[in-house]
Structure formats: C-alpha cells, structure tokens
C-alpha cells in the first residue's frame, strides 16, 4: 500500500491544534511511517482520509501517540548501562549530598513508556542504600505524553518480557507473582511520581541530579534534539548527571555544556 503526500501538514496542525503536540519534534520519515502504521489500520491511503478519522473518531488519538513514542521497554534495559549507574554515578552523587548535607534526590526519567526506566532506577537506589533508603527525600520523575503508558507504570503490573534482564533476586524481593504478571511492591512504587509532559513544548523539571533520556532522541530532528539538550542544562544541578542511550550522543553545538563522564555508555555530566 503506498501512501499520497498531500496534506501531511495538515494533519500535523490539526494534531497541533487540537491536542497540543507538535509532531515536528520527529523526524518526517519516522512520523510518515508511523502515521502509516494507524491509516493501515484504518485502511486508508491518504493524510486527508486520516484526518477525517480523527474528525469521526477522537480516541484515536490515543493509539497514534501510542504508535508515535513506540513504547518499547524492559525493566534494566542495557544492563551495561544500569550497572555504570549503580557503580559509578550513584556514589558520586550520594558522596556530593553526604557533603553538602543535603537529603534530598531528585531523579527524571523522561519519555518513561510504561515506567520500567523509572522503576528500575527506583530499584537501584534501594538496593544500593537498604536501610539508609529512609535517610532521603528521594523523588523519580517518570514523565510521558501517553496516558496509557502512563497509567500502565502507575499500576506496575507486567509481564514476563518486560522483566527478562532483571535479576532473580530483585522479582522476588520487590514484586509479587500473580500467574504471569507480577506486580511492583509500594515501597517502591512510592518512590516515582508518573506525570503527563511534553520535553519540548513544556517547561522541564528543575534542581535535578539526574536525568535519564535513552532512545528518544534519536526519533527527533537535530533542532529538537537541541533544544532538549539545553533543557536537561538547565534542569540538572552543579555536576548532575545525564544519562542518554547508546547510539545517542551530545550535538556540536551542545558540546560546551556537558562533559563526557563515560562515553561507552554515553553517561555525562554538567559542565
């Protein structure tokens, strides 16, 4: 099935307009491909058409930013990564509060699909502290524009492919079996707060010392990777720390603003 290119800006303003998302943040290949993904399933072929659809029926907004942040996630995805954090990030920045005399952790993890980023940051956290966990005012932003993956990390029910890197021992001291789901314990689900935002359009979340943004940015244009970039600048505290994914990196233009911490698994920190 191919698809006609006329209207595709329509239909951007009209997302725009009536939702307040603005689709230009994405690459225009990947945003055609995945409004081609919802219009296949409507079995149509034009923007127009599709327009129409979400004229007639406004739910569908739902699964086309289902469709559009892709929401592919697992507990401790790359463990490389999960496991630099755990052993070098966060005893530096526990070391800097035992310094500054300062209790209190604030942690983004944006673009959270479904919440297995923030959750399994939450886990880190508590294994590492144990018992000293109660000796901090810790809070892990996990923010998104999809509401149903929002709502699926507030109930922390999954299933056995999002928690196929996760060890043994943490599904069974942090979750409870139900069949095949199991479900995340409170004393951890108190520690992320799931918020609706949108990294682009709205103002980013402030006194941060870390801030986790893996595989999204390489869905957006360089101007909005950018832009996003400047933001988590400003977002982090002194010397906080960004975490990226693996094929994602620093533009040139942002290069003064952090310095490469480890760049095997593309963790910085603010200059």
């Known amino acids: 099935m191919s698809f006609e290119e006329p ?5 951007v303003r009209k997302i725009l307009r009536e939702r307040g998302f603005d689709c230009r943040q994405y690459r225009e290949s ?8 919802r219009m296949r399933a409507w079995k149509i072929t034009t923007f127009t058409d ?35 954090f755990d052993k070098t990030v966060l005893p530096v920045v526990l070391e800097e509060k035992k310094k500054t005399q300062s209790n209190i952790l604030r942690i983004w ?21 144990g018992l000293k966990i109660g000796n901090y005012s810790i809070t892990i932003f996990g923010s998104d524009i999809d509401d149903l993956s929002l709502n699926r990390g507030r109930a922390g029910v999954y299933g056995t492919a999002s928690l196929e890197n996760a060890p043994p021992e943490i599904l069974a001291k942090y979750f409870v079996q139900d069949g095949n789901k199991f479900k995340i314990k409170d ?21 941060l010392d870390i801030v986790f943004c893996r595989n999204v940015m390489i869905y957006l244009t360089k101007e909005m990777q950018t832009r996003l970039l400047v933001n ?11 975490v990226l994914g693996k094929v994602e990196g620093l533009m040139s233009t942002n290069e ?16």
């Open 50 to 84: 599709y327009v129409n659809v979400l004229d007639r029926h406004p739910e569908e907004y739902i699964k086309l930013f289902d469709d559009i942040t892709i929401n592919v996630t697992q507990f401790f995805r790359d463990t490389t990564a999960y496991d630099a």
């Open 232 to 242: 988590f600048y400003k977002s982090l505290n002194p010397k906080g720390f960004l």
């Open 256 to 271: 003064g603003l952090f310095e490469r911490y480890n760049i095997t698994e593309r963790i910085f920190r603010k200059g």
């Open 109 to 129: 993890s944006c673009g959270c699909s479904s919440g297995e980023e923030p959750y399994s940051i939450a886990l880190c956290l508590i294994d590492r502290l």
């Open 187 to 207: 004393e951890i689900k108190t520690l992320v707060k799931f918020i609706k935002h949108d990294f682009i359009r709205e103002e980013p979340f402030k006194n």
């Open 7 to 11: 209207d595709f800006d329509l239909l």
């Open 30 to 37: 990947y945003l055609k491909r995945r409004f081609g993904v």
